[in-house]
Every structure is written in C-alpha cells, then in structure tokens.
C-alpha cells in the first residue's frame, strides 16, 4: 500500500490549494480515505475523509467550509480542495487510509491509519 501525496506548497491568505493523493496497492472503491494534518509540536488532526465505496463524507466542525475532498477512482487519486487559506492552514498535510474501515467517519477518528508521505502547506503573506 502506497499513499502519495502532493500539491502543497506557498500560497497567500485568501488563497486556494488542490493536494493530490495516488493510491497504490489497493483498489480505491473500498476503503476509506482521507487527509490529515499536522504542526510541529502537536498531533496530527482529521481534514476530511471520504467512504469511496459511497461518496460520504466527512468533516470534523472545525474543517467543514473551506475544505472540500473528492475522488476520482479511474485515477486512483483523492484531492483535498483547500479554499481561503489561513495561516493557521499551515501545516504538512498527509493522506491516510485504513483497509479494514470503509466509514470515512471511522477513518477521521481512527488512531493508527497507513500514512502517506506528507506534504508542506504554508500560508503567508
């Protein structure tokens, strides 16, 4: 299983970022999926996870808003949407997965996904 992250980089406050997630190793049609984050010193905290077998999705309440995740299974690729960047956005974001979890509200709360590589995130002006 390989989870491959990208698209992060420098953007403005106010600014938008699509990150790219590939998925290898499993088919994407079944488990759950989904990005999370984190800053130095902290834990890394849900984004948004998607049930790829239904399309629901879930956003914890602090993320719902400016935070919008699809898939395209043909591609074997989840994006995260990333609007009206804060700099409190800033952060390395990672894709994750759990194969035996197909809720994406199981997955946001799960403690021990598989991790992709992460991917830097800054908001600044």
């Known amino acids: 299983v390989q989870l491959q992250a990208s698209g992060g980089g420098l953007v403005q406050p106010g600014g938008s970022l699509r990150l790219s997630c590939v998925a290898s190793g499993f088919t994407l049609n079944r488990p759950a999926i989904g990005w999370f984050r984190q800053v130095p010193g902290k834990g890394r905290e849900a984004v948004s996870c998607l049930s790829t077998n239904n399309d629901i999705t879930y956003y914890p309440d602090s993320m719902k808003g400016r935070f919008t995740i699809s898939a395209d299974a043909a591609k074997s690729t989840v994006y995260l949407q990333m609007d009206n960047l804060r700099p409190e956005d800033t952060a390395v974001y990672f894709c994750?997965?759990?194969?035996?979890?197909?809720?994406?509200?199981?997955?946001?709360?799960?403690?021990?996904?598989?991790w992709g590589q992460g991917t830097q995130v800054t908001v600044s002006s």
């Open positions: 994750a997965t759990d194969l035996g979890q197909s809720s994406s509200y199981a997955l946001c709360h799960s403690r021990s996904p598989i």
